[in-house]
């Protein structure tokens, strides 16, 4: 049961809440106003919220038609019968429960900016596939995706810590919304037919195959190009994260993968998506601290 469970969570796409809050307390940390225990508060937050959307996905899906039991992507808790409609609707509320007690701490660091940040992230995570109209079902997935996973996030973890606005963080958490958003893509493309028999509308669904890789690749090639921007706003002082848009070369294999494959064959891409997102948040969040003598 726990492993169905952990399944359930989709851990190898957690790193779009991880990313994002190792982002934030980097920048946070390079203009002095770094505070370890509001990252760690950030970062349970952001996983307890995209594990709760996960787990709400996997019962909207379910209920929708979107999921059966002969889905082409990786099984999926109920629709596999591993666990029921209803202890996945607890779940779901559990985990953002859950999210809203960790809130609590930074809304007491922050303000009720955070409160702000907080109900709406809850609410997309809600509305993302639930509800009389679903955001994923109507093509608006990916603009959830890049919001939410990205902007929110870095700059809501940035100002938790600091106490401070900036612009910077804004533009910052561009880069780990958009292959948040190449996460989603792939998934798309792979569920394409799927998703037009169950009338999820999703940007795949809308344009077609083509658009899908499209906008696949230029995820990647904007997430890539987005350090020379952030360094320029940062100052030269910042230049060793430009080493972030090496993801371009890493991401070759993924790129060959979507243009060539569909199906289930998009299986891996996922992951290695993810793992793109990873290696981006970390070699940037590095560069970004490692300021030259």
Request: one cysteine or more.
């Amino acid at each position: 049961m726990l492993k169905h469970w952990i399944m359930a969570a989709r851990p190898k796409t957690l790193w779009a809440a991880v990313g994002p809050v190792m982002i934030g307390s980097a920048l946070a940390q390079g203009d002095g106003g770094f505070h370890a225990p509001s990252a760690w508060a950030c970062l349970l937050g952001a996983m307890l919220l995209q594990i709760g959307t996960n787990f709400c996905n996997d019962y909207a899906d379910f209920i929708k038609g979107a999921d059966t039991p002969h889905r082409v992507g990786p099984a999926r808790a109920v629709a596999s019968g591993w666990i029921t409609p209803r202890q996945m609707h607890v779940a779901t509320w559990i985990a953002f429960g859950l999210a809203a007690c960790v809130c609590g701490y930074l809304v007491m660091r922050g303000g009720w900016p955070l409160i702000v940040v907080g109900v709406l992230s809850i609410l997309a995570g809600v509305i993302y596939t639930a509800g009389p109209y679903p955001l994923a079902y109507r093509g608006l997935g990916d603009a959830f995706v890049l919001v939410f996973f990205g902007p929110v996030a870095v700059a809501g973890t940035y100002y938790v810590q600091t106490g401070a606005w900036s612009w910077l963080p804004v533009w910052a958490g561009i880069g780990p919304g958009l292959l948040s958003v190449a996460i989603l893509t792939v998934n798309n493309l792979r569920d394409v037919e799927t998703d037009r028999q169950a009338g999820k509308r999703t940007l795949a669904v809308r344009f077609g195959r083509g658009f899908a890789r499209a906008e696949y690749a230029a995820c990647i090639l904007l997430a890539a190009a987005l350090p020379f921007w952030l360094v320029k706003l940062g100052g030269p002082m910042r230049q060793n994260a430009l080493v972030a848009s090496m993801i371009l070369f890493a991401a070759w294999p993924v790129l060959r993968l979507v243009f060539t494959r569909s199906g289930r064959d998009l299986n891996p891409g996922l992951g290695m998506t993810a793992l793109l997102l990873l290696v981006y948040s970390i070699s940037f969040s590095m560069g970004w601290m490692m300021v030259p003598s």
